[in-house]
């Protein structure tokens, strides 16, 4: 069964930064636009960045220009760099496809930025 596992989350300070990682256990993984996803306490899941098959990246404006999304097909892991973290980052962030697909849904990575 196809399953996505998130990790790289943590405690950092304002303007610091995080690499996120996903791991994706699925056979098409090449043919897959790949995204990442973030639900802050209190609000909805919201799109963060995605990644095509052919590795054209897109943000949320929220993010744009801090954080960069990468993908390896031989490990079939989707990367998400954050950088010049703000503490309205702070979230639960998810991977899965574009567009998500409900039985995709993991358990996700607590980020906290704080100081």
């Known amino acids: 069964q196809a399953q996505l596992v998130e990790s790289g989350g943590g405690l950092v300070q304002p303007g610091g930064s995080l690499r996120l990682s996903c791991a994706a256990s699925i056979s098409n993984f090449d043919s897959l636009t790949m995204g990442w996803y973030r639900q802050a306490p209190g609000k909805e899941r919201e799109w963060v960045s995605s990644?095509?098959?052919?590795?054209?990246?897109m943000y949320a404006d929220s993010v744009k220009g801090r954080f960069t999304i990468s993908r390896r097909s031989a490990q079939k892991t989707t990367y998400l760099q954050m950088n010049s973290l703000i503490p309205d980052d702070t979230a639960v962030y998810y991977c899965?496809?574009?567009?998500?697909?409900?039985?995709?849904w993991g358990q996700g990575t607590q980020v906290t930025v704080s100081s």
């Open positions: 990644a095509s098959a052919r590795g054209i990246a």
């Open positions: 899965n496809v574009v567009p998500a697909v409900s039985q995709y």
